[in-house]
């Protein structure tokens, strides 16, 4: 049964409060567990000092050119050389429904530490949900070669086995990394035979760089929004397609505060 959009925002959470009616949801098993997740998450970012992609790190790469630069991981004036680059960039790398009322869109960095402390809660919000929310992740590598490498892992783990090879592949990555550009503990190709890829077959894809204009357009249309500092978290409520930034790490109870202000903008019944 599809919930209307209020009572959704009260089954993200084991009990919450849906926005004009007052009324409790208690979801069982899976909830709790996408709550332990969620306290899990907020514990370890209360004890991050709030760093970030700040705006001006951002600057250098506004232009084309210099876009073009950081994603090859060239400084040269020449043009990269041409590689086989066959996806197209209209791909989402989304965890939940495609048919969700609310989308989580994530920009985010595999280098950035406050990243990997912040994956775990829109994925709990999405599992809490009953279909009714979905994460889609978009790249933002500004930590050098590290993250672009990383980036082109977790694509590359996808054309093997779709969005959840995507998503269990950026969890390792993050889980195997300390950030800010020092690369995974271990061998990209190993992280991914570890979770049961073909790691020769990722080495291969990694290499033709065929995820180039995915990872391109991601970079390209964070900066086109305007996006601040990584995680940047935009909330759109699908039936009327209006959303709202926010930037930095946000709790499970400012995302949900966030959809309910949609739905209510929206003029949706309550």
């Known amino acids: 049964m599809k919930l209307n959009p209020i009572a959704v925002l009260s089954i993200c959470l084991a009990t919450v409060t849906v926005v004009g009616g007052g009324a409790l949801y208690l979801m069982g098993k899976k909830?709790?567990?996408?709550?332990?997740?969620?306290d899990q998450a907020n514990r370890a970012l209360a004890k991050v000092?709030?760093?970030?992609?700040?705006?001006?790190?951002?600057?250098?790469?506004?232009?084309?050119?210099?876009?073009?630069?950081?994603?090859?991981?060239?400084?040269?004036s020449s043009k990269p050389s041409p590689a086989p680059r066959s996806y197209?960039?209209?791909?989402?790398?989304?965890?939940?429904?495609?048919?969700?009322?609310?989308?989580?869109?994530?920009?985010?960095?595999?280098?950035c530490p406050f990243c990997s402390q912040f994956f775990p809660v829109p994925k709990a919000l999405a599992d809490g949900s009953r279909g009714n929310i979905s994460v889609v992740f978009k790249h933002v590598p500004i930590h050098g070669e590290?993250?672009?490498?990383?980036?082109?892992?977790?694509?590359?783990?996808?054309?093997?086995?779709?969005?959840?090879a995507f998503f269990r592949m950026a969890g390792a990555i993050f889980s195997?990394?300390?950030?800010?550009?020092?690369?995974?503990?271990?061998?990209?190709?190993?992280?991914?035979?570890?979770?049961?890829?073909?790691?020769?077959?990722?080495?291969?894809?990694m290499d033709e760089e065929r995820f180039y204009n995915k990872?391109?357009?991601?970079?390209?249309?964070?900066?086109?929004?305007?996006?601040?500092?990584t995680p940047?978290?935009?909330v759109r409520y699908n039936p009327t397609n209006k959303q709202v930034v926010l930037n930095g790490a946000k709790t499970p109870e400012d995302i949900l505060k966030a959809m309910g202000n949609l739905?209510?903008?929206s003029g949706a019944s309550q």
């Open 31 to 38: 909830v709790e567990t996408a709550i332990a997740v969620s």
């Open 49 to 76: 000092k709030p760093w970030a992609l700040q705006r001006d790190a951002l600057d250098d790469v506004l232009d084309e050119h210099r876009l073009q630069t950081v994603i090859d991981g060239k400084e040269s």
């Open 88 to 111: 197209p960039a209209e791909i989402d790398r989304r965890y939940g429904d495609p048919k969700s009322q609310f989308t989580l869109i994530e920009y985010s960095d595999f280098e």
């Open 146 to 164: 590290a993250s672009r490498k990383e980036a082109y892992a977790a694509e590359c783990a996808a054309a093997q086995g779709g969005n959840d």
């Open 176 to 205: 195997s990394t300390q950030g800010n550009g020092t690369g995974t503990n271990q061998p990209l190709n190993v992280v991914a035979n570890n979770i049961g890829l073909d790691g020769t077959e990722l080495t291969k894809c």
């Open 215 to 229: 990872i391109k357009a991601d970079f390209k249309e964070a900066i086109d929004l305007g996006v601040k500092e």
């Open 232 to 234: 940047t978290t935009v």
């Open 263 to 265: 739905v209510k903008s």
